[in-house]
């Protein structure tokens, strides 16, 4: 019997996923898992440490992550995997050659690189956080030095994920980023009591370790060698070219990261880790849904990229799909954010100020939160057209525009820390609406009305569910009832009800939970049900999503010569 447990496991492990839906599965369910193992860790970082030592902990991350990302994310998600899946079956011998070439000059680049910053790593942070005390800078140089160890792992770590998705395993990639975590929350808890500000980073190491260990042996096994080979071929020099645009992008990317680091710290010390904690919950539907959903609908588009019509209908349905399923989570966010940051973030040394700061980072970035998902499947579908240099232009212009915004509504409107946050907003809302005008020309799609008609229905029913969650969320908060708060305050005879009978107590973290839960499960029902009465067919898509994911015999299996590609979303980031 435990024989037998032993093996399935092991085929589920190492097989192939067959199908793309059983593919999209896994990436749902595992960006699902990491996202709240996410949580999880940043709920421990503030456990145990203050909003000042977490703002510092997250800035040293700032140097070693840009390196990272430009090498990394530059190079696989736009171009090793599709070179790669290419030649795999063609000339295997290629392919692995191609994999341990591209590690080492990788490895190397990002030692250099890491070798000469870590030196002048005091200098740079006194340029970007200048709003941070000598002492405080200091501290994170240190920090910094560990975080460039640790990447050095990501590096090497990420050739495997690229090689186990170009062949169909995605089980073990998407378990890596747990085990990552897991390292994280290891380090802290066990070691913040000797170490201080330092466990945390000396977690990450262990975790960035672990997730190159996990999915070392099954790449092996499919045929990845270690070797000292730095021959640059032909198939190297593709991959340096087709990830050109890619590492443009990539690079003013992380010009708009440094630009929000060096305008938090003018605020306060505290106020990058309300930025970069509120950035950690929004992320969650984009990933969940934005990213599953446009990493599952990119072979399909790939495939029909010459039969346009088809084309236009997956994309068009991919849209209407994804803002159906983000936008109500958007208007949780709205409405709940205090809630919901005291339930993740809330400790004794998390206070009352934090958590209202961090909420209103959440709030405003909720505003763009549709726009990001949308975004992903759309610069997705240039990609599927053998475009990239629309998408990645589209991105830039909308990143210059962050930084513009960023300037005006921190240095000259002087806004709290939520004021970055909605730049970044106001810039994906830029992207989102480009990118949907040029992909609807350049594929001739059908009357903009159409188009949007879905989006409309969907902005409708979670405007008028947002309005109840609203309601209800005041009505059964004790504390709005002692304070006499919002419109509670202006209604007459509500000061002779006895609240006490039907209220929640919500400084008992049980009783902030139920509240939470119980108005989030009205607003989703609200939701559905005016969908229903929309007539909005994205109800029965999901509906029928739902079947088919319970029913194992409805996946259509993938034929043995087709290839699925996943590729990570421009927004995938490795960092905490």
């Known amino acids: ?16 996923q067959s199908s793309v839906l059983s593919a999209a599965t896994i990436i749902m369910l595992m ?18 440490l203050t909003p000042d030592e977490i703002s510092l902990f997250f800035a040293a991350f700032r140097l070693p992550d840009s390196i990272f990302e430009i090498l990394v994310f530059g190079t696989f998600s736009s171009a090793f995997i599709p070179i ?6 063609k000339d295997k011998d290629s392919a692995w050659k191609l994999a341990s070439t591209i590690s080492n000059i990788g490895l ?76 994280i929350i290891f380090g802290i808890v066990a070691l913040t009591d000797s170490f201080g500000l330092t466990a945390p980073a000396i977690g990450v ?12 042996p099954l790449a092996v096994k499919l045929g990845y060698k270690i070797t000292t080979s730095f021959s640059i071929d032909e198939n190297v020099r593709k991959v340096g070219r087709l990830a050109t645009p890619r590492v443009l992008e990539i690079s003013f990317n992380q010009i708009v990261k440094y630009t929000e680091l060096y305008l938090a710290s003018f605020i306060s010390t505290a106020a990058y880790a309300y930025y970069y904690l509120g950035n950690t919950i929004q992320l969650i539907p984009v990933g969940i849904f934005g990213t599953s959903i446009a990493k599952a609908a990119l072979p399909t588009l790939s495939k029909q990229a010459g039969e346009m019509a088809k084309f236009r209908k997956s994309l068009w349905n991919s849209f209407s799909q994804i803002v159906f399923l983000v936008m109500p989570v958007a208007t949780i966010f709205i409405v709940l954010r205090i809630p919901i940051v005291r339930i993740v973030y809330g400790t004794e040394i998390f206070d009352w100020e934090s958590t209202i700061q961090t909420s209103k980072v959440v709030s405003a970035f909720a505003i763009g939160v549709v726009f990001q998902a949308c975004a992903s499947l759309l610069a997705r579908a240039f990609y599927a057209l053998n475009d990239t240099k629309t998408p990645v232009g589209i991105s830039i212009f909308s990143m210059i525009l962050m930084i513009i915004l960023n300037f005006y509504f921190i240095r000259v409107l002087n806004l709290p820390v939520w ?14 609406c480009a990118l949907f005008i040029l992909i609807r020309k350049k ?19 979670s405007f008028i569910s947002g309005g109840v969650m609203f309601i209800f969320l005041k009505l059964f908060d004790r504390s709005v009832w002692i304070k006499r708060m919002s419109f509670l305050g202006i209604i007459k005879g509500t000061e002779n009800i006895q609240f006490e009978k039907f209220v929640l107590d919500t400084r008992f973290t049980a009783n902030l939970f139920v509240l939470t839960f119980f108005v989030s499960l009205i607003g989703v029902i609200i939701y559905l049900g005016l969908s229903i009465l ?12 739902v079947k088919r994911l319970l029913d194992k015999r409805k996946l259509t299996p993938i034929p043995p010569d087709e290839k699925e590609q996943i590729s990570p979303t421009p927004t995938d980031s490795s960092s905490v």
């Open 205 to 216: 190491f262990i975790g960035a370790m672990a997730h190159f260990l996990i999915q070392l």
């Open 419 to 432: 004021g970055i946050a909605f730049s970044f907003s106001l810039g994906s809302v830029v992207q989102a």
């Open 108 to 183: 190397l680049v990002f030692v250099s690189l890491a070798i000469i910053l870590s030196f002048s790593a005091s200098g740079f942070y006194d340029f970007i956080a200048p709003g941070f005390s000598p002492d405080e800078r200091y501290q994170i140089v240190q920090l910094t030095k560990i975080l460039f160890v640790a990447q050095g792992f990501f590096v090497l770590s990420y050739v495997l994920t690229g090689v186990l998705e170009s062949l169909r395993r995605f089980l073990i990639p998407a378990l890596a980023p747990l085990f990552y975590n897991l390292g």
């Open 84 to 89: 790669f899946s290419k030649i795999i079956d």
């Open 31 to 48: 960006i699902v898992a990491s996202r709240l193992l996410g949580l999880i860790r940043q709920r421990v970082l503030a456990h145990y």
């Open 1 to 16: 019997m435990v024989g037998k447990i032993f093996k399935k496991g092991k085929k589920l492990l190492i097989s192939p």
């Open 443 to 461: 594929t001739g799609s059908g009357p903009i009305s159409s188009l949007l008609k879905p989006v409309s229905k969907a902005a409708a029913a």
């Open 534 to 545: 929309f007539r909005s067919k994205e109800v029965w898509v999901f509906l029928n999503l």
